[in-house]
């Protein structure tokens, strides 16, 4: 038979011994030990005195119920007399068994069980007798044991198979002797199944050296707390002195950074004494140059005003030369008006003579119809030249026969409309030069540069033709294909500051004019 002592022993006792001690030994916190630990030892070895001296008095009184006393029967010389009448050994009130005592015969039981023939089986045993191995100490254990208590002959007949089964100690617990060397649990729930002579003093015995053994586990469980804890406040002590030197050697390297620091603060100091005096020097220069500049200032003025004056002179003379200009310029238009007359009156009979008619298809629609169809890239910034154009020479300009108007529209937009969206921008100059369309009748083309990012584009007004560059052209690239692709003579005028767009398509024959001229124009109108 497989006997298990570790297993069989009692589990309350050790753990209320062990908190008895905790409490006594670990009161205190854990400063006090790690402050004086040969006290916390010596207090410690007089616990295991006091236990010792307590040893045989802790016998079953401490686990019996207070109505299982011992059969009056037996000599009792310590306790008092009762007055409860007298019990046979085997009829009298069930023993309280220790917990350990009472599983091990809990499982001897529901092993034996099995080889009981069914009609010898108790009824309310015969469902646990089915039950698995594993399972049937588990959760029949209840029911076993009340049917022992009850049930004389079932327990009879259970316990010859478990003491033929335990061999040589099941022979000498029936005998009423316990081996020194057997285990006594296993002793106790012998004695209690097979009830020899003695049996109640078997089992309180076993409960005795249970309760001694749980005592000095708990009792080598609580002097090696105490060790762990003289250790712990020795690893204390060693890591306090560690830190103590490590605060000295920072005391040492404070001490040197304070000298450090002294002696930069003097080093501040005289630098800062020479910083001032080499202020009180520049300040000295300063009030020279001061004086200095004044001189320059008045000299400089006398300057100006011999200038102004001279302006002066040179306004009169341009005045009079404006007026001299002017004179000749009413002459050159008198011989021009008569030239273009006699330009028209022949270019009247040519057309008839060549049998021209209308189309339906103008220059800069060629170009819109292979040049400008697709999203173009990112505005790049351009080179703007200077704004000197009059919008009076616009109106000449516009007022010419069969003009075509080429607009770079975001070259006007961001200098006249910065501060709108992109959008806006593009609505109000398409607008704006709807209404110059519509006033003089002329061909206008706007170029934008490319569309990834246009969507939803409104119609342009009747007359204005709204194009995109291509990926990866610019609208420069663009307004230079319209002008070329026009007939030499044709009045072209291209609106834009960008002073390679003027260039460029001055070379072509048209009249560049700056972003401020259609800018004035669009709000004059």
């Known amino acids: 038979m497989d006997l298990d002592p570790a297993a069989n022993s009692g589990a309350d006792a050790p753990g209320d011994l062990s908190a008895g001690l905790a409490g006594d030994l670990g009161a205190g916190p854990a400063g006090d030990l790690g402050a004086d630990p040969g006290a916390a030892l010596g207090d410690v070895e007089r616990d295991l005195g006091a236990i010792g001296g307590r040893e045989a008095v802790a016998?079953?009184?401490?686990?019996?119920?207070?109505?299982?006393?011992?059969?009056?029967?037996?000599?009792?010389?310590?306790e008092p007399h009762t007055d409860e009448p007298d019990t046979d050994e085997d009829h009298g009130p069930e023993p309280t068994l220790p917990e350990a005592v009472r599983q091990r015969i809990t499982v001897l039981a529901a092993a034996a069980l099995t080889g009981l023939p069914a009609d010898e089986t108790p009824v309310p045993l015969r469902r646990v007798a089915k039950f698995a191995p594993n399972r049937r100490a588990r959760l029949g254990g209840p029911a076993i044991a009340a049917q022992l208590a009850s049930d004389p002959l079932f327990r009879q007949r259970?316990?010859?198979?478990?003491?033929?089964?335990?061999?040589?100690?099941?022979?000498?617990?029936?005998?009423?002797?316990?081996?020194?060397?057997?285990?006594?649990v296993e002793v106790a729930a012998l004695a209690y199944l097979a009830r020899p002579e003695g049996w109640r003093g078997l089992i309180e015995a076993?409960?005795?050296?249970?309760?001694?053994?749980?005592?000095?586990?708990?009792?080598?469980?609580?002097?090696?707390?105490?060790?762990?804890?003289?250790?712990?406040?020795?690893?204390?002590?060693?890591?306090?002195?560690?830190?103590?030197?490590?605060?000295?050697?920072?005391?040492?390297?404070?001490?040197?950074?304070?000298?450090?620091?002294?002696?930069?603060?003097?080093?501040?100091?005289?630098?800062?004494?020479e910083t001032q005096a080499a202020q009180k020097r520049a300040a000295d220069l300063l009030a020279t140059e001061k004086g200095r500049q004044a001189k320059v200032t008045a000299d400089?003025?006398?300057?100006?005003?011999?200038?102004?004056?001279?302006?002066?002179?040179?306004?009169?003379a341009a005045a009079s030369g404006k007026q001299s200009a002017k004179?000749?310029?009413?002459?050159?238009?008198?011989?021009?008006?008569?030239?273009?007359?006699t330009i028209g009156q022949a270019a009247s009979g040519l057309r008839r003579e060549l049998a021209l008619g209308p189309t339906d298809k103008l220059p800069a629609d060629f170009v819109a119809d292979t040049a400008a169809d697709r999203p173009g890239a990112?505005?790049?910034?351009?080179p703007r030249a200077q704004d000197t154009d009059d919008p009076g020479r616009l109106d000449q300009l516009l007022a010419l026969p069969r003009a075509h108007l080429i607009v770079d529209g975001y070259n006007v937009t961001k200098r006249g409309f910065a501060e709108m969206s992109l959008e806006q921008q593009r609505k109000r100059l398409i607008t704006g030069l709807g209404?110059?369309?519509?006033?003089?009748?002329?061909?206008?083309?706007?170029?934008?540069?490319?569309?990834e990012r246009v969507h939803g584009l409104p119609p342009a007004p009747r007359g204005v033709r709204v194009l995109f560059s291509h990926k990866g052209d610019t609208a420069d690239e663009l307004i230079r294909q319209l002008v070329r692709a026009e007939?030499?003579?044709?009045?072209?005028?291209?609106?834009?500051?960008?002073?390679e767009v003027a260039d460029g398509v001055r070379r072509h024959g048209a009249y560049p004019m700056g972003a401020d001229s259609l800018l004035r124009r669009l709000a004059r109108s």
């Open 158 to 184: 259970i316990s010859g198979r478990i003491v033929t089964d335990a061999g040589d100690l099941g022979a000498a617990v029936a005998g009423g002797t316990a081996p020194a060397a057997a285990d006594p």
């Open 327 to 341: 004179d000749a310029r009413a002459a050159d238009e008198t011989r021009l008006w008569l030239l273009l007359e």
């Open 206 to 273: 076993a409960g005795e050296s249970v309760r001694a053994e749980a005592d000095v586990a708990a009792i080598a469980g609580q002097i090696r707390d105490a060790e762990l804890r003289a250790a712990r406040a020795e690893h204390d002590r060693a890591v306090a002195k560690v830190e103590a030197d490590k605060l000295r050697d920072e005391l040492a390297r404070v001490r040197e950074e304070l000298g450090q620091l002294r002696e930069e603060a003097r080093s501040t100091s005289r630098a800062l004494r």
């Open 300 to 316: 400089h003025e006398a300057e100006v005003r011999r200038l102004k004056t001279r302006l002066a002179e040179a306004e009169a």
């Open 487 to 499: 007939p030499a003579g044709r009045p072209l005028v291209v609106i834009s500051s960008d002073r």
């Open 378 to 382: 990112l505005e790049r910034s351009r």
């Open 59 to 78: 016998g079953c009184d401490a686990d019996l119920h207070p109505a299982d006393e011992p059969d009056t029967d037996e000599p009792h010389t310590d």
């Open 435 to 451: 209404g110059i369309a519509a006033q003089t009748g002329d061909e206008v083309t706007v170029v934008f540069d490319g569309a």
